[in-house]
Each structure stands twice: as C-alpha cells, then as structure tokens.
T-cell receptor, first 114, second 114 residues
Framework: LAKTTQPISMDSYEGQEVNITCSHN???????ITWYQQFPSQGPRFIIQ???TKVTNEVASLFIPADRKSSTLSLPRVSLSDTAVYYC???????????????FGKGTKLSVKP | GAGVSQSPSNKVTEKGKDVELRCDPI?????LYWYRQSLGQGLEFLIY????????KSGLPSDRFSAERTGGSVSTLTIQRTQQEDSAVYLC????????????FGPGTRLLVL
C-alpha cells in the first residue's frame, strides 16, 4: 500500500484558493488517488478521485502530474464551512477482491479564517 | 436512500466490561470497514469485509477485538474486557467494492471507558 505524506495543517482566509499537496512516491500503476473531507464529530466524506491529469467536480479540482508521485487538491474560494481535515489516500480500484483496504493518515487540518 | 447507520451513538462503560457496536451498511454494498479514531488523530483501520471473502483483520489491535458480518449485511464489532485506551470514536463505512471505491461513513459510535 502506497504511503502518503501531506502537511499537518494549513491556514487560509475566506475567498482564497487553497491547494493541499500530497506526496505518494511509491504509488503503483493501478492505484487511484482519493481525497476525503472530515468535519468535527462526523465521519469522512468523499470529495474527489482521479488517476492522472486533472479531475474537476462541483466541490474541488484534483491535479495529478505525469509521474503521479504527488497530487494537489484545489479548493476554490474557500469559506468558513470548508474548515475540516482533508485526507489523501492511494489504493487500487478493486472490484471485489479480498484485498483493498485504504490507509487514512492524520490528514491536513485546514482552518479558514474570516 | 438510507446511509450507513451505527448504534449506539454513544456508549459509556466500565473498564473490564464487554461492548458490542453495530453497523448497518448501505443496502447492496459488498464491502464494509471498521475504523477507530482517537481524539485529534487520523483514522486507524481495524477490519475489512468484502463479500464472501475472508475478512482482513490485519488492523485489529489485540485479540480483545473481534467483528462479524452476518448475511453479508449487518456487522458487529465486539470489544472484550475494555480498557481505558479503547476510548475512541468507532466508525463504520461501506462501499460497492473494496480498494478505492468510494466509502460511505456512518456517524460513528463514541465509546468512553471509565
């Protein structure tokens, strides 16, 4: 299982764009990159997933360079409600095999200030 | 549709007692995960069920911890002879498959061992 490294914490202000970078130097060919968001007293929630290049949805964008050894979650124009912990995970997209758990690290604690 | 549900939402017990935590996954999800999250920490993987395959128990911290999944649906996590260090939030998640398939988390059970 590929290990990920991301900053422990980040601070931002409302309206700014926030970029959180995750390193995963030993990512495997079949691994996907997934980001989750966790608010206090709640379980994590899926944000975005990608394999290469760029993925965008209504919440965020995910940038993955050609070597896939890192990825960047981009949150446009953050608000106070984006204050949360963001987890980066890598793992195989498995359709039913016996292996396939993902490792959640400590994540990045994002604090958005007014 | 209904999401992942967990019960009880809170549990206070005395050291040495046994506790059972229940998880009802989303209907049709073949994969089910249990995690533990201590205060201010990331998620610690405990156990993973996928269809009829043997569960991945590699994350269980000791033989006091066990889990079952009956009929491929409801799961019960049992902690025997609880210790104070078992105090944490226990989160359950389910997904359509293993690996990087999107995991949907329940609200968690807050366990406090006195």
């Amino acid at each position: 299982l590929a290990k990920t490294t991301q900053p422990i914490s980040m601070d931002s202000y409302e309206g700014q764009e926030v970029n959180i970078t995750c390193s995963h130097n030993n990512i495997a060919t079949n691994d996907y990159i997934t980001w989750y968001q966790q608010f206090p007293s709640q379980g994590p929630r899926f944000i975005i997933q990608g394999y290469k290049t760029k993925v965008t949805n209504e919440v965020a964008s995910l940038f993955i360079p050609a070597d896939r050894k890192s990825s960047t979650l981009s949150l446009p124009r953050v608000s106070l409600s984006d204050t949360a912990v963001y987890y980066c995970l890598v793992g195989v997209l498995n359709y039913g095999g016996s292996q396939g758990n993902l490792i959640f690290g400590k994540g990045t604690k994002l604090s958005v200030k007014p | 549709g209904a999401g992942v549900s967990q019960s009880p939402s809170n549990k206070v017990t005395e050291k040495g007692k046994d506790v059972e935590l229940r998880c009802d996954p989303i209907s049709g999800h073949t994969a089910l995960y249990w995690y533990r999250q201590s205060l201010g920490q990331g998620l610690e993987f405990l156990i993973y069920f996928q269809g009829n395959s043997a569960p991945d128990k590699s994350g269980l911290p000791s033989d006091r911890f066990s889990a079952e999944r009956t009929g491929g649906s409801v799961s019960t996590l049992t902690i025997q002879r609880t210790q104070q260090e078992d105090s944490a939030v226990y989160l359950c998640a389910s997904s359509l498959g293993g690996g990087s398939r999107t995991q949907y988390f329940g609200p968690g059970t807050r366990l406090l061992v006195l």
